[in-house]
């Protein structure tokens, strides 16, 4: 007599593909997986280009089209959905850094067979507002899809002469991460060639170099700085178009053959560099390009150390190939110290000591050195909707988004300006505004308030800092003040009590003062304070559908590192010049 188990086994065999296909809707892509290792049979029916399609789609990262169109690119489904899941959807959101205030929120969104990072960028928007006018933005980075699922990651940046593209290596993405880290890497030499092909390996080798060494965000915030610089100028390439043109695709049907062209060539220059225009992704693994090889004496050069330093680095090199242990390069420090000293008393080391051991212990774990790309997830704190930051690393922090739901339709994305009404005679130079708005709790604790958190303001010198609450409004309060203006035939649905910023030291100590938030759509409020009769519109930003309609102006970025996230603090427009978008500053 057959037992349950083994009928419920035979049962779902006797399937067909597309009714099994259905009901893998109701499964994830690990339980497909699970699923795929119970045996031979059911592999056989699980495992098929149907139930992958089904689950790319289950991913909800991107519409059934895109899907269809980036399989093109890609060996399957299966690989498809793997990127989808590892790369697009913990990526995909708005990240931000603190310093400065104007400039950096960074968009990260689907390109084609990649995520791109694009940067809004501090702007006015004229008459016609966002729809009918020009978003600029600039890019920042992308990953890049292989053929099998695997990954690459280019940041973008530019030097004296022009825009350049530096290739690097995703090392690894947590499914819940909220930081987005630029490091150096060390790397063995034996592990340089064809790196999108061996990605997984490289993993693993990378973790075996690094275990018991320096992490890099340990080092010095100086020798960061310049370790990153030495490693920029090395593995950068100079491109133009269409390299530096459409990063994700519009509705055109010209996108295709140009996105899977350019896509071609980035996979290139990930295996052979920048003089790869005549070789082909499947050429001889002797031809990969060693695009990160840099000589450890070099880096000691660059960064400033002395001969006796570089001796000492040698003989750790020649004596210890793997590394030296932080201990034991003090206690050979000791040593020295107590064979020159007439005291007998052990002094503890110095900031430099120890600064200059970590230095040498990172740069002794590796042969070279590349560029690296790491999303973790990490414990952060939140003061009204805003990450508290670490202001002197190389990182982007995701910021919490909700899509509107039941008793929170609000939530969500919205850009603004000051003036009424939206989006008709406004005059021209209105700083636009992006605002967060999210739910919480009043500090009594027994009313619901609707948080409108600034993270980028379009004026040439920031007044309100980002992180700042423009406005806090008590949701369940009903708003009793009348609408000040002509509501230019607008019917108002709901209006809500609240405090809205006002000037304090440079707003950089603000105070709140009375105001209402009117309610004319789900997509369309306004926050007027009671006293000046200030009025904010605000308009639900839908930033990829904007981007992929071709309403957007792309702008030069910034050098790499900077252009990743700024490491100074500064209050004004760093791509302006004058009154243009020409360049970005040096």
């Known amino acids: 007599m057959m037992n349950k188990e083994s009928f ?26 699970n699923l795929i290792l119970c045996g031979k049979s059911i592999c056989a029916l699980v495992d098929s280009e149907k139930t992958w399609l089904v689950q790319c789609e289950v991913v909800k990262v991107i519409p059934l089209f895109e899907i269809v169109q980036w399989r093109i690119g890609i060996s399957s489904y299966k690989a498809l959905c793997r990127f989808l899941v590892e790369v697009v959807k913990p990526l995909v959101g708005i990240w931000v850094q603190q310093n400065p205030e104007l400039g950096n929120v960074v968009y990260v969104m689907p390109g084609f067979l990649s995520v791109v990072g694009c940067r809004i960028i501090p702007q006015e928007v004229g008459p016609l507002w966002i729809q009918e006018g020009q978003l600029v933005w600039s890019p920042v980075f992308e990953i890049i899809c292989g053929f099998d699922g695997s990954n690459g990651f280019f940041l973008h940046g530019r030097d004296k002469e022009g825009s350049c593209l530096y290739p690097g290596f995703v090392m690894g993405i947590e499914k819940s991460c909220n930081e987005l880290l630029l490091e150096v890497e060390p790397r063995r030499e034996k592990s340089l060639c064809n790196e999108i092909e061996r990605e997984d390996s490289r993993k693993e080798l990378s973790g075996k170099i690094n275990e018991g060494g320096v992490p890099f965000g340990n080092l010095d915030f100086s020798d960061r700085v310049n370790l990153l610089d030495i490693v920029t100028n090395h593995v950068s390439l100079r491109v133009g178009e269409p390299l530096t043109g459409m990063l994700f695709p519009t509705r055109s049907k010209d996108d295709e053959a140009m996105m899977l062209e350019r896509r071609t060539m980035l996979l290139k220059m990930l ?27 070099k880096l000691w050069e660059n960064l400033g150390d002395d001969i006796d330093v570089m001796e000492d680095i040698e003989d750790q090199r020649e004596v210890t190939p793997e590394k030296k242990s932080f201990s034991r390069f003090f206690r050979s420090g000791i040593k020295h110290i107590l064979g020159k000293s007439s005291s007998s008393k052990i002094k503890p080391p110095s900031s430099s000591e120890i600064r200059r051991s970590n230095r040498q212990t990172f740069l002794s774990s590796g042969d070279t050195f590349g560029l690296s790309l790491k999303a973790s997830c990490t414990v952060m704190s939140y003061y009204e909707g805003w990450p508290i930051m670490c202001a002197n690393r190389f990182s982007l922090y995701k910021l919490p988004m909700k899509n509107p ?39 009594e604790g027994n009313e619901r308030v609707l948080i409108g958190t600034k993270i980028l303001e379009g004026n040439r010198c920031a007044e309100r800092p980002n992180g700042s609450s423009m406005f806090v409004v008590n949701i369940d309060t009903p708003s009793l003040e009348p609408f000040p203006f002509d509501t230019d035939g607008r019917d108002f649905e709901h209006s809500y009590t609240g405090e809205g910023i006002e000037d304090g030291y440079g707003f950089r100590y603000p105070g709140s003062k009375p105001g209402s938030l009117f309610v004319i759509s789900s997509d369309l409020l306004a926050f007027v304070w009671q006293e000046t009769k200030d009025v904010i519109s605000l308009q639900r930003l839908k930033l990829a559908e904007i981007l992929k309609k071709g309403l957007g102006s792309c702008v030069p970025p910034l050098p790499p590192t900077k252009n990743f996230t700024y490491t100074e603090r500064s209050y004004t427009n760093v791509f302006t010049k004058s009154s243009t978008y020409s360049s970005s500053s040096e």
């Open 271 to 297: 295996k052979f560099g920048g003089n790869s225009k005549h070789l082909k992704l499947e050429e001889n693994e002797q031809l990969c390009y060693n695009h990160i090889q840099i000589d450890i004496n």
């Open 405 to 443: 739901i039941d008793n929170q339709e609000y939530a969500g994305l919205w850009g603004g300006t000051f003036g009424w009404p939206p989006g008709k005679y406004i005059e021209e130079g209105k700083a636009l505004f992006l605002l967060m708005l999210t739910y919480g709790e009043s500090e």
């Open 8 to 33: 419920g086994a035979c049962l779902l065999l006797t399937l067909p593909q597309d009714v099994f296909a259905v009901i893998s809707r109701f499964l994830s892509p690990s339980d497909i997986c």
